[in-house]
């Protein structure tokens, strides 16, 4: 097995995207339940979002969502998240929320409609000049609740010639990242239900568009890191969301429900060429903190990651390839839960600590009187949840 | 085959209850679209339930929900329903809305908010005797999000003890009716996830205490006719929430994603002698009208279930009991797709003229203008959703 | 909706292949049961076969398996079909019954055994030649079932390797057709689990290489029709193999679980221009009949498909779309339910006799005597199943 | 966390059941791979099996399975066991491969068929007489596969019946133990598909009676350890099949697909009291080495339940009930999670050598020679697998 001194010099550029939708409130269908301190502005999330990077040194970079984090100045905004030593990164669109999308938003059998959906993705490439992204994520919410509701090659049709008028719009730095989801909001179908269907749409638009891969958007039992595999063999893995479920899309803490698959993944990743700056691919958390703290629940997920990242990185790839030439069924699978089974914590622990950071972030971060002083300071005021 | 004529009489006894609130505006985690129209009082709802029945004659009872609809006078609200030629029926309790249910209700580790859960239901049971309710529904939020998080056994012993408090307050002639649910809005864990966990925890409470199943509320794959038999087997089904779904808890129209499946549930309450009014089961409707309209929507939805009970009515029984002792597995099977496969259509549109309702009750509502009048008279005021 | 009378040309060209080994004893892995009278030889397969066309009209291809089907004159054979009516059709190959493929076949790292797997393609290819087939249909049981046992994938780019070389010796009116599953008999992963995978694999192929979509081979909840929509729209949708489960791959007779489902696929096919002798769409059948009679499980199956073809070409598609321009969800749904819910039955039967072909075609050969006769016939020799 | 030195007692308690049928080739429907000294006799199963334990300490028992483990003289056999430092367990009925058993065994709708299952289990009974066994695990295969084939009320009731007889017939030292399976080898519904089935059944029966939970025998998403604390909590967890799976019943190796699970489980065991001899749970495997090499399998199995359970037994339950009551999420699932992070193998190594075993269990297997030494010396002979 490689040894943790070995990875250090991987572990370094690691860099997770914060998602700023995070930091607020959010919940179910059934409630949203409110935290103490919830942030009430684009400013206040950033804040919040720059403790998790000040304690683990892994999370310099913040998505935003549009309309959620409109605002009036985004240089303003860049620098105020300069000045907390992160970043602006992803640009999510969102056309789910306006009354008009009830039928669908770039697919609507409406012209005019897919014409504001469109726009509004125009919009967001106009903010992502300003705030310095380079990623346009499209999740669309887009699909139908019942058989015969629309037509489902008409959908996908309409599909392509609107992300081609979105792609067309791009900057030469710039990407567009078409995320899949299984089900939800839509129940009959969605229109891009699966990375197949991701694939074909961006890879008819060009080398600037890319698949998403939300670890939480597949049918049950579906083998997660297959997918991470082909897409980087594809060269069309642009990011991931990172969180996981139970049952369905339900948005838990990354590596909670089931840390050997998070594992499992990174191996792909890191065996994929999907690992590191240079690699092209986004690591970013796409999760709810429903009855959990937000901040310390991100502190947990970027952690929970960087500890099976180091496990990855730390498989005895020849051995491996070794046993799987020799026929060696238990041995190969020995070798990789070797690095499983490895408890990085205290290696870990040290290495922050030689490089300035707190041995365990999450017990520095409750020490830190932070969560306190925000809810003693965000009076008043709305807090912000899944609405603009 | 048994003829159509041979089955009027069974199908005139069939009354299926609505719920209030599938008359409000409902949707996903991600957006509440609403309707022209949609009530904003429960006499509103009212109101458009008895439309349904009115057109139908299949609906002659709405459930509430509490707090939903809370009322100050409940005594008025039943003669305002039986003016309309309905009844209300089962009162549904809420403990999944209130800021303390976060971590539980009948469930929580706190007393204090047990107690609260517990006066809660305390105070149905009041309504009830008021509305002249029978059935005290209680489906429960509760569960956990993360492995650790609470001890799922303390918390099934104290469902037990909360349970049993409520029980003993019913009158004799009221029921207690517990549902269980795969997931959501828990999503590690929740405190009665399936048929098992229900029926155990009735039968210690007595007689008197139902299972409700929920044909929305089970993992994927599961064969649901085959749990109405064996509740029927052993006296314990209680009620009905119909709705259906293509993969989890969807919330569509009864018959609307596997109109066979319906069937098949149909066939198994029959057989099972759970069909009638003296069979002790309430037929209710449990569905979320997201993106349709909400007054078609449940007429289509007593209609499907109507239309399968016909057909479910007409299987041969006798020619299928011979079939399995012959050992005819095809023959078998063709017996009971044969009343699947009759369309019934135009002899129930010809009974429900013979019997002075309309042949076509969904055109006939809709010709009716209700729709738009109700759109033209319900402008301004808050229209209501799943909240109070 | 379109009346029967008006579809009655396209059901005349509808031509259903059966599988050879759907006449030979299937199981699971519990028991294999044998039936009275099952084929000994590959013309005791054809001959049943034939029986299913001659009551159906339906059914004149009957697709081979080898090494199961092996025959030492596939001249001869092809002649003793075309006596009995029928010809041969599409060639499977077998590489996972030899134990040299217990680690894989075309993927195997082993390039010995990767050529063995190919020669065998390469031998299907001149049997081809000699029956006069024009598909090779490849499905691998070629995976893994413990992580880390094989690299997903060094496998996936030997598979590419493999294919290009079957590939490039298809004679010009050959194709091949790649078959997904999800997974079974591999249990961590499978080299070619989904229609994205297979999608991909033969897009590099080119031309004459297509996807086969197998209905009983996705994750549970899967929305089987717009897969069947996404590769027609792509122009590789090459085969079907029609069954249908409840569960996993059960195998079960097609339109037994869902018809529902049967009918919203054969809608997708019908709207996507996948029916018919040109489309290059084959229609087959691939089930076991575990405990049922198999002749009569053929004929039961391909009735089915006649049968929800028959409502899916009478649906009223101008009607559907004006629906979706309105955003009229209800009526959408309506309009399809509509063809469903139709009992085309009787509309069949007098079409069939006008063809002089048996009104009940089960009834017709469950009166031949032709199951007694091969009870009778057969007896002595080894019973065909599973093997060659 | 409790260290390790405060749990070795428990550990050493440990004892892991081995099915007599895993050391024999087993596979899937598509092809029983052999291997090289695969038992040809119950007595090299059972030498096989003692080698397991030899090596780890962990398996004392083995189950036999009747009639693949038939005798002619059991006193014998268990003398041969007792020799081998093992001892007989479980015996395992087996009503589904005989070829009348089509239908279903103890729920047939024939008398005669159901009176040859039940004198099977009367069998078993005198076997386990001779073999000193107390548990009669009952697995069945009985359902259909086709909707309308059987009643499945009937049979459930017939179930119950027969049921009724073989416990009548059991000593009062003895058990039956009553495994759920949610499908196969039946596709539409089995007559044991759930917990709640086997538990209504075997409370009907009486204190002897207990419901066995296969670990691979559930829904996609059932949250497992509920059902183990819900059985613990009813005294009715009479034993576990361990194994694990991705998909369906993948019977891989145990802890293999989600060691976390395990883990989980584990959890359960041991706070609702079913760790231990004293608590009447059996711990068992069953799982199918379809191409890794059985004997190493069994070991990798047992280290896997003996390293879960470790770390299990080290969960700081004072601390987690202290978190539940703060309602602190994070820090409850924070110290679950420690637990499970800790890697336990080097303390388990130290402790195997302190009690005379091997530090490295399946090292020391691996270069016994044995394998080598079985491979040559059972040559000729049928391997056994699942038939008699």
Redesign the interface.
Same mark, same amino acid.
Do not use: C
């Given at each position: 097995m490689t040894t943790f001194s070995e990875i250090t010099d991987q572990l370094a550029v690691q860099a997770i995207e914060l998602p700023s939708w995070a930091f607020g409130n959010?919940?179910?269908?059934?409630?949203v &339940?409110?935290s103490p301190g919830s942030p009430r502005s684009v400013e206040e999330k950033l804040a919040d979002a720059a403790q998790v990077n000040k304690y683990t040194g892994l999370a310099p970079v913040v998505a935003l969502h549009i309309p959620w984090d409109k605002h009036e100045d985004y240089a303003a905004l860049r620098r105020y998240a300069e000045d907390l030593g992160i970043k602006l990164g992803t640009v999510n669109s969102n056309t &789910?929320?306006d009354?008009i999308y009830?039928?669908g938003s770039l697919t609507n059998?409406?012209p005019a409609i897919r014409q504001r959906a469109i726009d509004h993705h125009l919009e967001c490439i106009d903010i992502m000049r300003e705030t310095g992204s380079t990623d346009l994520k499209i999740w669309l919410?887009d699909g139908?609740?019942?058989?015969?509701?629309?037509?489902?090659?008409?959908r996908?049709?309409r599909l392509a010639e609107s992300l081609q008028v979105i792609y067309d719009a791009l900057d030469e730095n710039q990407r567009l990242v078409l995320e899949y989801k299984?089900?939800? =909001?839509a129940?009959?179908?969605t229109d891009v239900?699966? $990375?197949?269907?991701s694939?074909?749409q961006v890879a008819a638009l060009g080398d600037k568009a890319m698949v998403c891969l939300d670890t939480g958007h597949?049918? =049950?039992?579906?083998?997660i890191?297959?997918?991470v *595999?082909?897409l980087? !063999?594809?060269g069309k893995l642009g990011a991931f969301d990172f969180n996981s479920?139970?049952?369905?899309d339900?948005d838990? +803490?990354v590596g #909670?429900?089931? =840390?050997?698959?998070l594992f !499992?993944i990174l191996c792909?990743v890191i065996?994929?060429g999907g690992y590191g700056p240079d690699s092209g691919v986004a690591f970013m958390l796409d999760q709810c903190h429903?009855?959990?703290?937000k901040i310390?629940?991100q502190i !947990?997920s970027v952690l929970n990651v960087q500890?099976q990242t180091a496990k990855a990185l730390m498989v005895d790839r020849e051995a491996? #390839?070794q #046993?799987?030439?020799e026929?060696d069924?238990?041995g190969?699978?020995? +070798?990789? *839960?070797d690095a499983?089974?490895?408890?990085v914590?205290a290696d870990l622990a040290a290495w922050r600590e030689s490089r300035g950071l707190p041995a365990d972030p *999450?017990a520095a971060f409750l020490e830190s009187g932070y969560l306190a002083k925000i809810a003693e300071e965000r009076k008043g005021g709305k807090q912000l949840s $899944?609405g603009a």
């Open positions: 959010s919940g179910t269908r059934f409630k &339940f409110g &789910f929320q009354d009830k039928y059998v409406d919410a139908t609740n019942y058989p015969g509701q629309g037509s489902i090659r008409g996908q049709d299984f089900f939800e =909001p129940f009959y179908h239900p699966d $990375w197949g269907t694939y074909v597949h049918a =049950p039992g579906t083998n890191e297959f997918i *595999m082909q980087l !063999r594809l479920r139970f049952y369905a339900d838990l +803490i #909670a429900a089931d =840390p050997f698959q !499992r792909e065996a994929g429903n009855i959990e703290d310390p629940g !947990r500890e491996l #390839a #046993a799987e030439v026929g069924v238990l190969a699978n020995a +070798i990789l *839960m499983f089974n490895t408890d914590r *999450m $899944w």
